[in-house]
Nanobody, 115 residues
């Protein structure tokens, strides 16, 4: 069982920045495919950014050039640096861990961007 603890969300004005953290407890984030998803009210949960064990990254087009996914092996944490935030980035953000047949989700964290 891997527990993912998310932090760093909150309220920010458009154009501002936030950094989300996803700390892995009970499993190394370096061996898993780590993904940030987000879900806005009334919408489906969508992939935002992904980081593979061999350090390949993937981003949804709407965040390319603004968001960066990274990890710190020593802290066993994955980050999502979000710059130039827009009101449409408002959502609950979820961290996801996939290793083989094992899949775990964080509890979700709210990000609200005011115009």
């Amino acid at each position: 069982q891997v527990r993912l603890v998310e932090s760093g969300g909150g309220l920010v004005q458009a154009g501002g920045s936030l950094r989300l953290s996803c700390a892995g407890v009970g499993g190394a984030v370096t061996i898993a495919t780590m993904t940030w998803y987000r879900q806005a009210p009334g919408k489906q949960r969508d992939l935002v950014a992904q980081l593979t064990p061999d350090s390949n990254t993937n981003y949804v087009d709407s965040v390319k050039g603004r968001f960066t996914i990274s990890r710190d092996k020593a802290e066993n944490t994955v980050y999502l640096q979000m710059n130039n935030l827009k009101p449409e980035d408002t959502a609950v953000y979820y961290c996801n861990y996939v290793f083989g047949q094992y899949k775990f989700w964080g509890q979700g964290i709210q990000v609200t961007v005011s115009s």
